[in-house]
């Protein structure tokens, strides 16, 4: 049986992230949830003539966030779940909810900073059909859907802490590899696991420059499962071809220190090799990749392909 999680100004939580959030649903591991999502505060609206997910603007009326951030819809409390057990979010299919993206440039945000000196707002349409966005200087750009943000609930001794920094507990992410039919892998650190979604993206480049990507509103279908036999201290995912590690942090090289620890124990484990022997297929045949450089903690993920581990 599949559920739906639908987005509301009571199921959908904008800004922030807080262990201490009731769950709005309740699953049983292993069961498959849809969950819908909204994006953008009320200056990110269309012009007429678009479609507009109607909850956005009950969202808007409810008033603005407690802190900046994202509209997440969630928590999904898995049955099972406990501290220290890994939450395995099989991504089985994404899907556009409305005709239109946005993308804007700040000042004093993005990877530049400095060099952008004026608000820079791009209304963005889109056609599900095709699967393209037309760019306003009329180029069509292939689309490639995907969440910027799924989290667990972080560590309650956190507090309630906003959704623009990827940590631990997965968060802002941002990376353009987790599409439908990749699988992401979360540490849980609260009974129930407590999953949340949300800042949909149309496309987006590996670095998300300009602080944002094509946000949109999406529709996410999910198999979310506990698993017991796994212990895990970082967000790691796989792809159908490629496993991939994660580094957060506010220097990119201790980002690509993290991502490629885990990659090293990763392989090692996978592939029955040394430590060494992994350090050496990391450096003849692993990727690392700039995840983002925009949300304060940047992210760096390696990838490395099945075939060459065991599958």
Known sequence: MTVTLQSSPETCHWGYFEASRPPALTIQSGEEVVIETVSGAPNCLPP??????????DIHKAGPPPMPGHILTGPVAVEGAMPGDVLKVEILGVALRQDWGYNF???LAGTLPQDFTETYHSNIPLDAERGIARLPWGLELPLAPFFGVMAVAPPPEWGRIATIEPRKHGGNLDNKELVAGSTLYLPIFNEGALFSCGDGHGSQGDGEVCVTAIET????????????DRTLSYPQA?????????????DLDRCAEMAL??????VSER????????????SLAGDLRITQTVNREKGVHMMMAK?????
């Not at 075939?307 to 599958?311: H, P, R, S, Y």
């Open 48 to 57: 007429e003539g678009f479609h507009v997910p109607p909850e956005l603007y």
């Open 105 to 107: 440039i700040r000042p």
């Open 217 to 228: 509103a999406l529709q996410g279908r999910f198999r979310l499962t506990v698993l017991k």
């Open 238 to 250: 796989e792809t159908p071809t490629h496993v991939i590690t994660m580094g957060m942090a506010p």
């Open 261 to 266: 620890r885990d990659m090293i124990a990763l």
């Open 271 to 282: 592939a029955g090799i040394s430590r060494e022997d992994a350090y050496v297929l990391c």
């Open 307 to 311: 075939e060459l581990i065991g599958g």
